[in-house]
């Protein structure tokens, strides 16, 4: 739902304390990241005290951020303001505020936010927050500095996979040209958030392309424990082994499987083309997700997990419904 509370609101809203924190939703993005630094470099600015806090750790790709190493897990004391950025939901922003402090602002882009905020500014049509952001700075009587516009372009660059989603606009590209002006490194903030890759990463990865294989117009493939051990990758996720996959052409839909560190429990993620919706398939999985990118943990072993996965994958492309009932042993969700 569209919520456009006016910027006199606002400003009257940020004049009216001397202390602001800023959270933003579990399990951070780029432009979960880069709104809260964005915001929170112009409020102090502007003079505020200003706290921020993620539930979840800052990804290492954005580490390279002016002042990531600020943020907190929680924020601990009451502040005269509270905003959320990019959560669509209150409950997304898992326990970086106690529950009972209501949300004074809530800055937003996305379709199903709550309007959970006292205020709320959200653009639905806006591909990232870091957008709305921008765009309301100067009605809301901030100013832009050069590690504000840093931040802003990050989560724009992020939401957009580089600028390469029906989102973008000539106006966005416009405001890409503004945030530069103002003092942010396009190149820089394009090959942190977006390409660099650990070493070990990077032979990680190649362990899952090297597997792919193709069932119909299912592409899919899987990682181990041993992968992480032999290779040095140590975090239990696909290394963004879906997104590659399914950049072939041949493909509607992509899955990959990574054994977790936990035993008898794997992670399935699937992605999607435009037109399919993999978030129901998901969901039969106990997991949940959007129309084009969705997961779930599912408890067996790799080669039982793939298969009774890739059987209602397959059926789920034939049909584009979840079979009824899921293969065996699958949990109900
Ligand atoms: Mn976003």
């Keep these: 739902m569209a919520s456009h509370d006016p910027p006199a609101a606002v400003r009257a809203l940020l004049a009216r304390g001397r202390t602001a924190a800023i959270v933003s939703h579990i399990n951070p993005d780029g432009d979960a990241v880069g709104s809260l630094l964005g915001l929170g470099h112009m409020l102090q600015q502007a003079g505020l005290q200003v706290t921020l806090a993620l539930a979840d750790p800052v990804p290492e790709n954005l580490l390279f951020l002016p002042a990531a190493d600020t943020i907190v897990r929680r924020v601990a004391t009451r502040p005269d303001i509270l905003i959320a950025v990019d959560s669509g939901a209150r409950e997304r922003l898992g326990d970086a505020v106690p529950a009972e402090w209501p949300i004074d602002l809530n800055i937003d882009h996305h379709k199903a936010n709550t309007l959970y905020g006292r205020l709320n500014v959200v653009v639905p049509d806006a591909p990232s927050t870091t957008t709305v952001l921008a765009e309301h700075a100067a009605a809301w009587g901030l100013t832009i500095t050069p590690p504000a516009a840093q931040a802003l372009l990050t989560g724009l660059l992020t939401d957009t996979l580089g ?41 990680y990865l190649g362990r899952g392309k090297a597997r792919a294989q193709m069932t119909g117009r299912v592409i899919w493939s899987y990682l181990t424990r041993r992968d992480r051990a032999e290779t040095g990758f140590t975090v239990p996720d696909d290394a963004g082994l879906v997104n590659a996959l399914l950049n072939a052409r041949e493909a509607d839909l992509a899955v990959v499987f990574v054994e977790t560190d936990q035993p008898q429990l794997v992670k399935v993620s699937w992605r999607a083309k435009e037109g399919w919706d993999v978030s129901e398939l998901a969901r039969a999985f106990g997991g949940g997700g959007h129309a084009a990118a969705a997961g779930a943990r599912v408890p067996g072993e790799l080669a039982a997990v793939q298969q009774r996965v890739l059987a209602a994958t397959m059926h789920f492309h034939r049909t584009h419904q979840v079979p009824q009932p899921l293969p065996a042993d699958t949990p109900n969700p």
């Design 163 to 203: 600028l390469r989603t029906a989102a973008v606009k000539p106006a966005t590209l416009r405001l890409v040209a503004r945030l530069m002006e103002l003092g942010a490194p396009l190149s820089t903030i394009y090959y942190e958030a977006l390409v660099a890759r650990s070493f070990a990463e990077i032979r």
